[in-house]
C-alpha cells in the first residue's frame, strides 16, 4: 500500500479483556517495528521483526504481549489480559530492511483500558 | 542512565531564529542517527539522519554528529511557526532504533 496501515485507530476495552491490534506495512518493506507512546513520553521499542530472522522480542513489557508477523508482511500485537497501564499510542512503523532504519509510521493505535 | 537523552523542553525561539536541539546517547558502538519530528496528535515522520561525524545540511535542518563526545544535534535555522513540534533523536543502539523522550519546540510569531 501507499503507507503503513494499522488498524483499528481507536480501541477502548475494558480490563482483564485480550485485544488485538494489526498492522499493514508499506509493500517490499523487510522490517516491521512495533513501538508504544504514552501521553507526553517517548517512544517505547516493543518488538522488532527483520525477514525471516526470528524476531527481537526484547522490549515486550510483560509476557502478556505477543507479536506475530504473517508471510513476512500483515503483524498482529496481541495484549493478554489487558491492565490500566496498557493503555497508550501503539505504532507500528516499517524499513526497506538491511540496517536501513529510516522508519515509516502508521497512524496508530489509541488503545484505553477502562 | 537512558540509552538516549533529550531535554524535554519546552524549547522556545522567536520567528526567524536558529532553535538547537541536542541529544546524547550510551552506546559508544552506534552507527545511525535520526530525527524524527512529531507534531501533537500525529505519528513522528523523518526529517534527518547522519551516519559520520560532522555536519548534514538539507535546506534550513543541520545535523551534527560528535561520535566521540557520543552527542548528536538539530540546527533549524530561519525557524517558523510550523516548525513548533516535538523532536525525537533517534539511535541504531545494539537491536532496534531507540528512541529518546523528545524536545517540545515552539516558535513564537
Given amino acids: ?108 493505535t489509541q488503545l484505553s483500558v477502562l | 542512565q537512558k540509552e538516549v537523552e533529550q531535554n524535554s523542553g519546552p524549547l522556545s525561539v522567536p520567528e526567524g531564529a536558529i532553535a538547537s536541539l541536542n541529544c546524547t546517547y550510551s552506546d559508544r558502538g552506534s552507527q545511525s542517527f535520526f530525527w524524527y519530528r512529531q507534531y501533537s496528535g500525529k505519528s513522528p515522520e523523518l526529517i534527518m539522519f547522519i551516519y559520520s561525524n560532522g555536519d548534514k545540511e538539507d535546506g534550513r535542518f543541520t545535523a551534527q554528529l560528535n561520535k566521540a563526545s557520543q552527542y548528536v544535534s538539530l540546527l533549524i535555522r530561519d525557524s517558523q511557526p510550523s516548525d513548533s513540534a516535538t523532536y525525537l533523536c533517534a539511535v541504531n543502539m545494539r537491536r532496534a532504533l531507540t528512541f529518546g523522550s523528545g524536545t517540545r519546540l515552539q516558535v513564537q510569531p
Fill in chain 1, 1 to 108: 500500500g501507499a503507507g503503513v496501515s494499522q488498524s483499528p485507530s481507536n480501541k477502548v476495552t475494558e480490563k482483564g479483556k485480550d485485544v488485538e491490534l494489526r498492522c499493514d506495512p508499506i509493500s517490499g518493506h523487510t522490517a516491521l517495528y512495533w513501538y508504544r507512546q504514552s501521553l507526553g513520553q517517548g517512544l517505547e521499542f516493543l518488538i522488532y521483526f527483520q525477514g525471516n530472522s526470528a524476531p527481537d522480542k526484547s522490549g515486550l513489557p510483560s509476557d502478556r504481549f505477543s507479536a506475530e508477523r504473517t508471510g513476512g508482511s500483515v503483524s498482529t500485537l496481541t495484549i493478554q489480559r489487558t491492565q490500566q497501564e496498557d493503555s497508550a499510542v501503539y505504532l507500528c512503523a516499517s524499513s526497506t530492511g538491511g540496517g536501513n532504519e529510516k522508519l515509516f509510521f502508521g497512524s496508530g
